[in-house]
């Protein structure tokens, strides 16, 4: 599966951006989704994540009640919803699926992915 991400950009501190994930390919198979992102000279760090089936969702503490991911399957699209942004929040963006026969589970580590997009930057200012 192909995953290209879009929807970044810059933004003043307390707006909001919604990032995109669309996948392509074999989509027909079971896909848990997951948003991460990476500062400069800092790891990549899990921001959001969505199981396949029942559509668990799991949040950085960093992002909670200030992040949303969903999806639309209809469209094989994950989005981001980002809102409240703060200058901390500037890094690059990725999306993320590993495919999964375990409904439920929120992946949250970056070596329980096997597909990844290319990125997306966001920059907020202060």
């Known amino acids: 599966v192909q995953l290209q991400a879009s929807g970044g950009g810059l933004v003043q501190a307390g707006g909001s951006l919604r990032l995109s994930c669309a996948a392509s390919?074999?989509?027909?198979?079971?896909?848990?989704m997951g948003w991460f992102r990476q500062a400069p000279g800092k790891e990549r760090e899990f921001v959001a994540g969505m199981s396949w089936g029942l559509d668990n969702k799991n949040y950085a503490d960093s992002v909670k009640g200030r992040f949303t991911i969903s999806r639309d399957n209809a469209k094989n699209t994950v989005y981001l919803q980002m809102n409240s942004l703060k200058p901390e929040d500037t890094a690059v963006y990725f999306c993320a699926a590993t495919s999964t026969r375990f409904p439920g589970i929120v992946r949250g580590r970056p070596n329980e992915y096997d597909y990844w997009g290319q990125g997306t930057p966001v920059t907020v200012s202060s």
């Open positions: 390919g074999r989509t027909s198979s079971n896909y848990a």
